[in-house]
């Protein structure tokens, strides 16, 4: 059974239809990508799965249930995170009161103290710095400090917008070796990522976007050795 299941969703901007009936689905366990040029539709689909933009047509049923009608500030209580492009930290807070919003949902104090410290096992930096405003952390730093927050509540499906962003690339293969850990610990993820090559070589099934429409999907692995995805996305 499907984790989330997408039929014909559609999103409009005024008169521009930035998404035009796209389908997809993520299994229980997954970790998906979706990889397209700039201004495919993809950071607009993933806000629209967590009711930061209306769609204009389609469902989307997630564990089971459609969500319209869920305001977005619910969507993290029904077990769907996002990590915004751009991280969306609260850079007066320090690291760790940051991690702890991401909890701020639960009330199980005892297991979250557990979790935190997992977070600090995942991500060292933050350990050290968990005092530290986090508006004064580096670019790859913050990164962590939003993946970690998203963790912390538990969620079901986290969608993952860009996390290589803006990153020197030593960080990003730390950051996607991260993902990687997570994804095997069996959180389930939705990975949008520029970097097409990465992010399919992390990913077990994979969805191409193409100015509002899917395109391709197939096994990550198919995807990576496609001709037209190489030209296009891989730089081969």
């Known amino acids: 059974m499907s984790l989330l299941q997408v039929k014909n969703l559609q999103v409009s901007y005024g008169g521009i239809q930035a998404v035009k009936g796209i389908d997809f689905s993520i299994g229980k366990g997954e970790l998906v990508t979706l990889i397209g040029a700039n201004g495919a539709g993809k950071t607009t689909t993933l806000r629209t799965l967590v009711g930061m933009v209306k769609r204009s ?17 619910a969507f993290v209580r029904h077990g769907l995170a996002m990590v915004p492009e751009g991280r969306g930290i609260f850079g007066k807070l320090t690291v760790e009161e940051n991690l702890l919003m991401g909890a701020y949902v639960r009330d199980d104090k005892a297991q979250i103290l557990v979790e935190m410290e997992r977070i600090y096992q995942l991500f060292p930096r933050l350990k050290e710095r968990q005092r530290q405003l986090a508006g004064t952390l580096s670019g790859g730093e913050q990164q962590m400090v939003a993946m970690g927050r998203a963790m912390l509540s538990k969620p079901k499906l986290l969608l993952l917008d860009e996390p290589s962003m803006g990153l020197a690339p030593i960080i990003v293969q730390k950051i996607f070796e991260i993902i990687q850990m997570v994804a095997a610990e069996g959180v389930t993820m939705l990975l949008v990522e520029q970097n097409a090559r990465l992010a399919l070589e992390v990913s077990q099934r994979g969805y191409v976007m193409e100015s509002g429409r899917i395109t391709m999907e197939g096994e990550a692995k198919t995807l990576l050795d496609d001709e037209r995805v190489r030209n296009a996305y891989l730089g081969d």
Not at 58 to 72: Q, V
């Open 57 to 73: 047509g389609g469902s989307i049923e997630f564990d089971g249930k459609e969500t319209a009608g869920i305001p977005s500030h």
